[in-house]
């Protein structure tokens, strides 16, 4: 027998340790559980060639078995791995809650993304951009707001969640950017500014201390402030900058201040290019005529402004990250061109920084963006980023864009939506608080989402009556009946063993299964048996044509009809009643000695409630259960039994003669 301990690290990784000894495999999770140890006991015999292989389940469970690698395949011959026999053991664990954060993130997602399932693809090509540009806007408002409730909560994962979800809407900008919100003639040098103010913020934090400083121009960030200013398109505050030094309305400054308050506003056309060529000439003829010799400072400033690359690359580290580098020096040499030419001075900015090897996950997927290799970003975004929340999203939006020339969607984004959505849909399934949710995307992934739906629902644990009649309703609005029925299945044999037998019924009911009933049905006459009453006699005497389901539920509620016609004085019904759930083999054997003992008050009316015939009827039971052992002939209740029946047939007998004649 060996001893296996499971151990779960914060990496989300599983470690098998077998009887002390580390057993070599590793098993990545898909949950939020930081550290789990579980013991479990895998039957096996010691050799040394053995080793413990594992499959994974659904979700929240692996296998566990031991396999020979000492064994020859015996197909080749060769060695291999094979079942060593033994045991095998399935190992579950609970899956960790979601933060407040991912949950808020997961809920207002979803609204948008039911949306833009019944978003119109049959309307014009420009309309459709624009419907799903704006519901792509929506999908980084909800990791806006999922930050911003990040930002005022205390955990201690304030910052790591933080900077996930600020590498999420980068992500997601970029690709809306370059992907959905497609500009005529491709320019989207504005949109990229605009992007790059938004994440690279350090000149903004900078901005903040050197304009709180007594000597604003000796803080040792100032140059580097207006400089930042400059290089991300905001010539108004680096121009507020220049004013706070005590060399402003010298001739140098005056100057520089002059070029930076004539920039021409980004356009497009012919126009916009002749202007900013005439600016960047008077920019290159004060730079080169000696306007600002005397200061170095603003020598660098304005051979920013001419678009100087030796200056851009001895800035790279201020930038501090490749994109920010592409975006600042395009803008200041070719602010006109068109997304495919930034794609070439993205693999120079790249190089600056020391080439693709040194780009970080992150940096690859906005590269991929960039370079609208849409296979490679969402393959990034799925290895890198957690629980599978941008792929799936980001592939349903990219999937509707329209086909045009140059752009059209890749054949395989279509499959490989609905692989992610599934994933994402299964994981959302395995949370406690967004099981929910998982539907709203396996319902758009066809045949495989359904199947895995189904699944999922199964697995799910119904904690709660109001639990599983979620569960329930879910199943059976989607067809699922199989689901519906097992969950039913669950939910009764608990209320069983709980000893709640009229619940027990309930649930029975609703799953159709007529193998639970039977045995509820069963318990409950044995109870009355062994008690002589009913548990639960409302809800049996309410079935109606739910007792139908089952041969012992009818005899259930057949034998409750006796008892009430008995109590109304209706005791010729009553007693035929009595007589036909024998005959028709409906009472379990078990019970006859019970209805005939229900049938000897009626024996002993005048005039006889049985007729002849019922009473041979009777009768007949009674010499069954003799043969059978199941009557003891020496009892009294057997001897009194037996004369009833006589006098009873006697009296039929001589009742129906005086009528017949």
């Known amino acids: 027998m060996d001893i296996l301990v499971l151990s779960w690290t914060a990496t989300k990784n599983l470690i098998i340790a077998r009887n002390t000894q580390v057993v070599p495999v590793q098993f990545s999770m898909e949950d939020d559980t930081t550290r789990c140890d579980v013991m479990v006991s895998l039957p096996m015999p010691t050799h040394q060639r053995l080793n413990i292989n594992f499959s994974h389940g659904c979700q929240n469970n692996v296998v566990l078995h031991a396999v020979d690698f000492g064994a020859k395949d015996t197909d080749s011959g060769q060695p291999g791995g094979a079942p060593a026999g033994g045991g095998v053991r399935e190992v579950f664990w609970s899956p960790s809650e979601w933060p407040g954060w991912w949950r808020q ?8 993304f039911s ?47 933080r900077q996930l979800l600020n590498s999420m809407e980068m992500v997601w900008n970029l690709s809306e950017i370059v992907l959905v919100d497609q500009k005529r003639g491709g320019v989207v040098l504005g949109q990229l ?36 200013m400059v290089l991300q ?11 706070l030094h005590s060399g402003f309305g010298t001739d140098p400054f005056v100057s520089a201040d002059e070029l930076l308050r004539k920039v021409p506003p980004l356009a497009e056309g012919a126009d916009f290019e002749l202007r900013w060529r005439h600016w960047q000439a008077q920019c290159v003829l004060r730079l080169e005529s000696g306007e600002f010799g005397y200061s170095p400072r603003l020598q660098t400033l304005v051979k920013i402004l001419c678009g100087d690359a030796v200056t851009f690359e001895d800035l790279y580290q201020e930038m501090g990250s490749w994109y920010h580098l592409m975006v600042s020096y395009t803008l200041y040499s070719r602010p006109w061109v068109g997304i495919f030419e930034l794609r070439h001075a993205a693999e120079d900015s790249i190089e600056v920084f020391g080439g693709p ?83 709203v995307y396996l319902d758009q992934c066809g045949a495989p989402g359904r199947a895995r739906l189904a699944l999922l629902l199964e697995r799910l644990d119904p904690r709660t009556d109001r639990r599983a009649r979620k569960i329930i309703q879910m199943a059976e609005s989607r067809g699922l009946s199989a689901v ?23 649930w029975a009911l609703r799953s159709d299964c007529s193998a639970l009933a039977s045995q509820l049905a069963d318990t409950l006459v044995k109870q009355y048996t062994s008690s002589g ?68 008050p009626l024996l002993e009316l005048q005039p006889p409630a049985f007729s002849t015939a019922q009473t041979y009827d009777l009768m007949a039971c009674v010499e069954q259960l003799r043969r059978s052992g199941d009557l003891d002939e020496s009892s009294e209740e057997v001897r009194l039994l037996r004369q009833a029946l006589a006098d ?3 009296r039929a007998s001589i009742a129906e003669d005086s009528v017949a004649s």
């Not at 993130?105 to 948008?112: D, F, I, R």
């Open 105 to 112: 993130l997961a809920s207002e997602s979803a609204g948008v």
């Open 115 to 161: 949306d833009l399932q019944s978003c119109d693809a049959g309307q014009g090509e420009a309309a459709l951009r624009l419907s799903l540009l704006k519901l792509s806007r929506r999908y980084r408002s909800c990791l806006r707001a999922s930050m911003e409730t990040v930002t005022a909560s205390d955990e201690e994962d304030a910052d790591t969640h």
């Open 193 to 228: 500014l605009d992007w790059v103010r938004q994440h690279a913020t350090q000149f903004d934090k900078s901005a903040a201390a050197v304009t709180e400083a007594e000597m604003p121009e000796k803080h040792p960030d100032y140059w580097n402030t207006v400089y930042g």
């Open 233 to 243: 398109g905001r010539q108004a505050a680096a121009r507020k900058l220049l004013r």
């Open 357 to 439: 090897s040194q780009l970080s996950a992150l940096d690859q997927m906005l590269q991929a963006a960039l370079d609208g290799d849409i296979h490679k970003l969402l393959k990034t975004a799925q290895a890198t980023l957690p629980d599978g929340w941008l792929t799936a999203h980001l592939a349903d939006l990219l999937c509707r864009l329209p086909d045009i020339s140059g752009a059209g969607r890749p054949s395989f984004l279509s499959e490989l939506r609905h692989h992610l959505l599934v994933e994402y849909g299964s994981a959302l399934c395995a949370s406690r608080s967004l099981w929910q949710l998982g539907a």
């Open 484 to 506: 519906a029925s097992s969950v039913a299945q669950v939910m009764g044999r608990r209320a069983m063993a709980a000893g709640q037998l009229g619940t027990a019924l309930a």
């Open 533 to 600: 009453r009913f548990a639960s006699a409302d809800f049996v005497d309410n079935l109606g044509s739910s007792m139908l389901k089952s041969d012992r539920l009818m005899f259930l509620g057949k034998y409750r009809e006796f008892h009430r016609l008995y109590e109304e004085d209706s005791l010729q019904e009553a007693a035929s009643l009595l007589v036909t759930l024998m005959t028709s083999q409906l009472a379990p054997k078990y019970f006859w000695r019970t209805l005939l003992t229900d049938a000897l």
């Open 648 to 650: 009873n047939l006697w």
